[in-house]
């Protein structure tokens, strides 16, 4: 059975949501054709042009739309001179138009059920109507259940949203944070949803991983800082570029691609101040492997930059993004509980605790090995279960249409129904109700 996909992200913010659907993409590619016994192909509908520049799987593609990102009123154009409910419309017709033409057998939504303002909620409509399998995939931790509660209420309610949903997977460790059990799940969700274990192990490499190209690793041994993006990482690239560093160590610092320039600048010229052992660099396409490689690493609390950590034995402080959501608190916090990270709150952080963190942790390691972070092995067979459903589903309709046409073909009988006091046969009262 040879199987298209769509996988969709808003990317108002950073890339995360992207990069989640892609590293879900390889995964899907690698594994699911051993399991239905066709090919797997499909489109990546992203809305920051950074995101499509990563390579995808053979038989893959991206579908990057104009872009929208936060204003002080909601959202507007990140470019486009139009109106925001316009470029939304435009988006939602894009969208729709590609995945009427791709007919594709399951619909990814990552975060966002009905994207940005609503868009995506009449193409989930039309791609329930065509047979479609549709699944919402979350980040383990929303924000607190009080936001995210309102936030399922804007949409129409929880039970409106899951009326357009076959499945629901979170993407974490039961174990370790479950929204099911937080609230920020309500039952008509929390009744879809399957924890995949966090989608770490086995995460792709970006675009820059390629044929003469050099990786920016320092020689051993070094400690790292990494803060995802880095739209919203200045302040602790200040204080990371500012430590002391542990004698004889290297300190690689990769502000993020999304970083402003100026704020960048400022980066280098503390990090020439304080020690001439500190590289600074946009971005790098083996994240993976350096935070494996390094001693020690300093991090945001960001879902992707964590998976990549929590694949790895590296030692992290995590020192969390804290304005306009409690997701990365709330992560921090839960991975802090279990052993997996130590954290520490960003309002009080000096340059003084991050050198005493590196100084005290570069000759430790961490075991996570007591945590679920096999998700991207999961995926597959959770996507087989879903598409067979579909296949029976579409078949049983089919049968029904069949016997319906037929029956109204039929000449009409001439034999009178029996009286309503004749028993129901006792197989079909079993099952009544």
Request: aromatic share 4%; hydrophobic share 40%.
């Amino acid at each position: 059975m040879d199987t298209t996909i769509a996988l969709y992200s808003h990317d108002s913010v950073g890339l995360g949501h992207a990069r989640r659907n892609r590293a879900l993409a390889y995964a899907l590619a690698a594994h699911l054709p051993t399991l239905t016994g066709g090919t797997v192909g499909g489109l990546l509908i992203a809305g920051h042009p950074d995101a499509g520049r990563d390579p995808l799987p053979e038989g893959w593609d991206w579908l990057v739309l104009p872009g929208m990102t936060r204003t002080r009123g909601g959202y507007g154009p990140r470019r486009l001179g139009m109106d925001a409910d316009a470029l939304r419309d435009l988006r939602s017709a894009t969208i729709d138009a590609a995945l009427s033409a791709l007919n594709p057998d399951l619909f990814i939504a990552d975060r966002h059920p009905f994207g940005i303002d609503g868009e995506l909620e009449p193409v989930l409509a039309n791609l329930r109507a065509r047979g479609t399998a549709t699944v919402l995939g979350l980040r383990e931790v929303l924000d607190s259940p009080r936001v995210a509660s309102a936030e399922w209420d804007a949409l129409g309610g929880a039970e409106h949203v899951a009326s357009l949903l076959d499945a629901v997977w979170v993407y974490g460790d039961h174990h370790v944070y479950d929204p099911r059990l937080t609230g920020e799940l309500p039952p008509a969700l929390a009744r879809l949803a399957t924890p995949t274990g966090y989608l770490a192990h086995g995460r792709p490499a970006g675009r820059s991983a390629s044929p003469g190209r050099t990786s920016p690793k320092p020689p051993p041994p070094y400690v790292l800082t990494v803060l995802g993006g880095g739209s919203d990482g200045v302040e602790v690239a200040r204080l990371a570029a500012s430590a002391r560093l542990p004698e004889g160590h290297q300190h690689l610092l990769i502000t993020g691609p999304q970083m402003p320039e100026q704020d960048i600048a400022e980066i280098r010229a503390l990090a020439a101040a304080a020690s001439e052992a500190t590289t600074v660099i946009r971005s790098a396409a083996d994240v993976p492997e350096l935070i494996a490689d390094a001693v020690s690493v300093v991090c945001m609390g960001g879902y992707n930059t964590i998976a990549e950590v929590m694949a790895t034995s590296t030692p992290a402080l995590v020192v969390p993004r804290h304005r306009r959501r409690q997701e990365q608190p709330r992560r921090a916090r839960a991975l802090a509980a279990v052993g997996a990270v130590e954290t520490c709150d960003p309002e009080t952080l000096t340059a003084q605790d991050i050198s005493a963190w590196w100084h005290r942790s570069v000759t430790t390691r961490t075991d996570r090995s007591h945590i679920d972070l096999g998700g991207l092995d999961i995926v597959a067979h959770l996507a087989k279960e879903l598409l067979t459903a579909a296949a029976r589903s579409a078949a049983t309709h089919s049968d029904a249409s069949r016997s319906a046409a037929t029956h109204s073909a039929a000449p009409r009988s001439t034999v009178e129904p029996p009286p309503a006091s004749v028993p129901t046969h006792p197989e079909v009262s079993r099952h009544v109700g």
